[in-house]
Every structure is written in C-alpha cells, then in structure tokens.
C-alpha cells in the first residue's frame, strides 16, 4: 500500500468515525432559532444568507441558530426550525 492510499484510508477511517459519534451529541440538543448573537451562530442560516458558524450579523435573528440543551430552548424565547421558517415566509 502506498503512503496516498495509506492517508486516504486513514482520513476515511476517521471521518467514518465522526459520522457515528455525531448522532448521540445531536440527540441531546435542539437547533434554537432566534437566540444567537451577532457571530455566535452554530451553523448556515436558515434564509442561506451565509453556510459558517459565527457569520451571523444581527442578534437574536429568526433565521440564525444555535445548539441548546435538549428541551431549553422555549425556556430561552427561542423558536424550533418549524417556527422559523414559518415567521421568516409571513
């Protein structure tokens, strides 16, 4: 095995492993709408205006979101995905 095959193999290895771990973290978050700061977003914003965390513009955007506990996120006068994309069509 060459050292391109030996990488590529190492780099699948590790992104497989990535993939399986990830779902147990997500299980024990919600995505919360409407409660980042400017640049404190987790991920892309709902509208596609950006696809990076920490490339919000506005606080407390509809659009913009980021992980919280699972089930704190109402607490915080945050809003689910659903919500979200509701309040950003009307």
Known sequence: ??????IAAAAASLMSL????????AQSKDKCFG?????????A?????HSC??????DM?????KYVAKGTCKDMGGLSMD???MMKKG
């Open 1 to 6: 095995m060459n050292q391109r095959a030996m």
């Open 45 to 49: 914003s709902i509208s596609g205006v």
């Open 18 to 25: 990535a993939m399986v771990s990830m779902p147990a973290a």
């Open 53 to 58: 965390a920490g490339q919000s513009k506005v």
């Open 83 to 85: 919500e979200a994309k």
């Open 35 to 43: 409660i980042a700061k400017a640049g404190q977003n987790d991920c």
């Open 61 to 65: 955007d509809k659009g913009e979101w």
